[in-house]
């Protein structure tokens, strides 16, 4: 399995700034992935955090929006830009460890309210 | 990744077994079926997958239809805090593609 530290657990923000989550493993992973959770939905695949290169966005997702950090194996952040109330949503880390890669581990989640 | 359809929620007796049906009928034949939950306010938690053979460990049972087109997850003994979302997803387990797709899955309530 993995341990998983995600930054912040929750946060409030303003209409119009940006906030930056950071996810970090205790072991190498495979792969990273970021989700978002609206109120009452399931969870939608944002994109996978690639070391050292761009992130792979999913549709109805874009760069611009949703800058992905991933400069080793164990840490990505994700950052939400321009923030409108419609970004509020819980926003999820996910790896695939080297050891057990046949499954998926979750952080707890950043807990984001945008007024 | 082939998609699945489960009921939107279940009741369970705490103490009994709480059987939690998927069906996945365009399931491929390289295509696994993984069982994750969510208990309120939490990250989704692994629970147990299978490609043909039923499936047991500490958590749960998965049992796979031989047709492989739908299965059912199988908590031998419900408590209250299996209180959750249930999702069942159906996965390609080819190349480097591990990311998962879900659907609305099963809220499971466990009842005293």
């Known amino acids: 399995s993995a341990v998983i530290s995600q930054k912040p657990s929750r946060d409030i923000c303003q209409r119009g700034t940006s906030l930056t989550i950071q996810c970090q493993v205790d072991?190498?992973?495979?792969?990273m992935f970021w989700y978002r959770q609206q109120p009452g939905q399931s969870l939608t695949l944002i994109a996978t955090?690639?070391?050292?290169?761009?992130?792979?966005?999913e549709s109805g997702f874009v760069i611009d929006k949703f800058p992905i950090s991933r400069p080793n194996l164990t840490f990505s952040t994700l950052t939400v830009s321009n923030m409108s109330p419609e970004d509020s949503s819980i926003y999820l880390c996910?790896?695939?460890?080297?050891?057990?890669?046949?499954?998926?581990?979750f952080g707890s989640g950043t807990q984001l309210s945008v007024l | 990744d082939a998609k699945t359809t489960q009921p939107p929620s279940m009741d369970c007796a705490e103490g009994r077994a709480a059987n939690l049906p998927c069906n996945h009928s365009?399931?491929?034949?390289?295509?696994?079926v993984y069982w994750y939950r969510q208990i309120h306010s939490q990250g989704p938690q692994y629970i147990i997958h299978?490609?043909?053979n039923n499936e047991t460990n500490e958590m749960a049972s998965l049992i796979i239809t031989e047709d492989r087109k739908s299965s059912t997850l199988i908590l031998p003994h419900a408590t209250l805090r299996d209180t959750a979302v249930y999702y069942c997803?159906?996965?390609?387990?080819?190349?480097?593609?591990?990311?998962?797709?879900f659907g609305k899955g099963t809220l499971l309530t466990v009842n005293p």
């Open positions: 365009t399931i491929s034949g390289n295509e696994y």
């Open positions: 072991s190498q992973v495979t792969m």
């Open positions: 997803i159906v996965r390609n387990s080819g190349g480097s593609n591990y990311k998962l797709t």
């Open positions: 299978g490609l043909k």
């Open positions: 996910s790896v695939t460890p080297r050891d057990s890669n046949e499954k998926l581990f």
């Open positions: 955090a690639n070391q050292g290169s761009e992130a792979t966005y």
